[in-house]
């Protein structure tokens, strides 16, 4: 069973930068589609960016600002979060899923790291 837990949230100033990390365990993530996704207050679901083993994809509202990366020896996908913004304030979330995509419907999905871009 795949378990996936995300740390590096926190509260940050406009402008500021946070590096999420995804770390699984129980299995590799060699063979994932892994997506981020965040919940703000009162707020749906959203995507904000997928890798598979081929591409990276990211939502319009955080493109050219945030990085997906991967660690295949440390079993971690990454979030680089720079030029941060109040609307960037939610939960974010990691998911994986071996069909090879990213959608709300993934498989696996952590519990979530808060972050909070405040001044």
């Known amino acids: 069973q795949l378990q996936l837990v995300e740390s590096g949230g926190g509260l940050v100033q406009p402008g500021g930068s946070l590096r999420l990390s995804c770390t699984a365990s129980?299995?590799?993530?060699?063979?994932?589609?892994i997506g981020w996704f965040r919940q703000a207050p009162g707020k749906e679901r959203e995507g904000v960016s997928c890798?598979?083993?081929?591409?990276?994809n990211y939502a319009d509202s955080v493109k050219g600002r945030f990085t997906i990366s991967r660690d295949n020896a440390k079993n971690t996908v990454y979030l680089q979060m720079n030029s941060l913004k109040a609307e960037d304030t939610a939960v974010y979330y990691c998911?994986?899923?071996?069909?090879?995509?990213?959608?709300?419907?993934?498989?696996?999905w952590g519990k979530g790291t808060l972050v909070t871009v405040s001044s």
């Open positions: 890798l598979t083993s081929g591409t990276t």
């Open positions: 129980g299995r590799t993530l060699d063979y994932y589609a």
């Open positions: 998911a994986a899923d071996r069909k090879g995509y990213c959608s709300g419907l993934m498989n696996y």
